[in-house]
């Protein structure tokens, strides 16, 4: 798990946004229900919805996407068996995260995890010699893939009313569950400890899905 208020070895050496600093909710209730703001994909009418709290810079968050959510996503998601929440999060750095985040909200519904997707599997790319200074060339050439120029990039994780959302967003989420870590999951409003594809497979057979 990628402990989201521990300080971050990398050394960011761009500044993409600022005042992404956030403080951890120490309440905890179970998430709201999915909003139109929550970028989902999956059987609409599913009974199982599983919820991902996640960061394009989490390094769990990323294994888990390349590893596990794929299995899940041709089983389950695809098949419309359940239906599968995105909630965005930052971890340090807090501006690359928060600029790969904007980024995917930016290209739009159709190719938002896409995105997620590509940030993800750029990690060691962005932070090849232990800082971020690839980071913005990397997410440029991220941005350029799904059709946004330069200057479309650079006023996408620079919008301020993107930022604000990303903020209230996840001080919202916060302060209804008790987040820690990322990668954190929820499936029907539960906190869920599983980590392989086995223990998500056990746990939708649990509440009748196969």
């Known amino acids: 798990m990628h402990m989201y208020f521990t300080p971050s070895r990398r050394l960011t050496a761009i500044a993409l946004l600022a005042g992404t600093a956030l403080a951890i909710a120490g309440c905890s209730k179970t998430p709201d229900a999915v909003t139109a703001d ?6 609409d009418n599913a009974k199982v919805t599983l919820i991902e709290y996640a960061s394009v810079t989490c390094v769990h968050c990323a294994d888990f996407n390349e590893k596990v959510l ?10 419309g068996k359940i239906k599968y929440v995105y909630r965005e999060f930052l971890t340090p750095p807090n501006d690359v995260s928060a600029a790969g985040t904007l980024l995917a909200r930016c290209a739009g519904k159709d190719k938002y995890f896409e995105v997620i997707d590509a940030v993800m599997r750029s990690q060691k790319e962005m932070f090849a010699d232990g800082t971020a200074a690839n980071a913005k060339p990397v997410l440029l050439n991220i941005a350029k ?3 946004l120029s330069e200057a479309q990039f650079n006023a996408c994780i620079t919008d301020q009313k993107g930022q604000e959302r990303l903020r209230n967003n996840i001080d919202k989420y916060m ?3 008790n987040i820690e870590s990322t990668p954190t999951f929820f499936i029907n409003g539960k ?3 599983g980590k392989t594809v086995a223990d998500f ?3 939708f057979a649990d509440l009748g899905v196969k």
């Open 70 to 79: 794929p299995q899940l996503e041709e089983k389950y998601i695809k098949t």
């Open 38 to 43: 929550d970028m989902s994909k999956g059987g």
């Open 175 to 177: 302060k209804e569950s």
């Open 201 to 203: 497979e056990k746990a």
């Open 191 to 193: 906190k869920f400890e």
């Open 145 to 147: 893939q799904v059709g």
